[in-house]
């Protein structure tokens, strides 16, 4: 098992944004954290990645609590990959990437040999190794997600930790984007996404974590969890969920049309 979270909950003082969240992914599988905004998605990431404390329960990787692991332990793990963004700087891509190997080397080490086959071999994985000496900041928002993605493999964590990876991609950067995490599980990583987009998530996942009012509304495979009633709960509106291809897609009409 790769990452398991028990009974987890969180406050902001008095504000319980979490309650009693529990749930499993295994390296292999690709998991979407499905709800609508302000529902404790990020927060229930920041819990997994360390970086805040739950006032009950716990996140586990590999049997250990994460709480319980140093920073540079966590780093060897689990790899956080933001949705894409705007930097200061206009880095290379390649230092972009390269940069997801820090944490295994020295406070003050530079990356060496081994660091920057890693970056390299992450390019060429990701199909993008022809972007290597292109500016990050002129990249396309797919290109840069793929580069993100990128950086997290060139991390050697198993556990991949996305928040919303394509959400403000165009129709094709989504499907290339979603397509390449996909593929990353077949490679034996665990993927983690935080989604609006019920449908979506239908298609890619191996589980859906379903969350209301920061409570487990549904959690299991695609299959069992999404249907029409799920949906309208979690958003608040009346749909009508429809199969297509004999069940590979489900996709949301509104119930009034």
Do not use: W
């Not at 360390?50 to 790899?79: F, H, M, N």
């Not at 820090?102 to 081994?114: H, N």
């Not at 292109?134 to 991390?155: H, P, T």
């Amino acid at each position: 098992m790769s990452m398991n979270v028990e009974h987890l909950s969180f406050a902001y003082g008095e504000r319980e944004v979490l309650r009693d969240v529990s749930f499993s992914v295994e390296y292999g599988e690709f998991l979407s954290v499905l709800g609508p905004n302000g529902v404790g998605k990020s927060t229930l990431f920041r819990c997994m990645l360390g970086l805040l404390t739950p006032t009950a329960g716990a996140a586990y990787i590999g049997g250990q609590a994460v709480a319980s692991l140093s920073a540079r332990q966590l780093s060897e793990k689990i790899a956080y990959i933001p949705q894409s963004h705007n930097p200061v700087f206009n880095f290379s891509v390649f230092d972009m990437v390269l940069m997801g190997t820090t944490a295994q080397t020295g406070s003050f080490a530079s990356p060496g040999k081994r660091q920057r086959s890693r970056a390299n071999k992450a390019l060429d994985r990701l199909g993008i190794f022809d972007l290597k000496d292109r500016g990050y900041g002129s990249l396309s928002g797919g290109e840069r997600q793929l580069v993100l993605i990128a950086r997290a493999i060139a991390q050697e964590a198993k556990v991949l930790v996305m928040d919303e990876p394509s959400a403000a991609l165009d129709f094709g950067n989504r499907m290339r984007v979603m397509h390449t995490v996909q593929s990353l599980t077949r490679d034996g990583y665990a993927v983690i996404q935080s989604t609006h987009d019920p449908e979506q998530a239908y298609m890619y996942s191996d589980k859906i974590l379903a969350l209301q009012g920061g409570r487990v509304a549904a959690f299991g495979t695609p299959q069992d969890t999404m249907d029409a009633a799920l949906v309208s709960a979690l958003y608040g509106v009346d749909v009508e969920v429809c199969s297509m291809r004999g069940d590979k897609i489900r996709v949301c009409i509104p119930a009034s049309l």
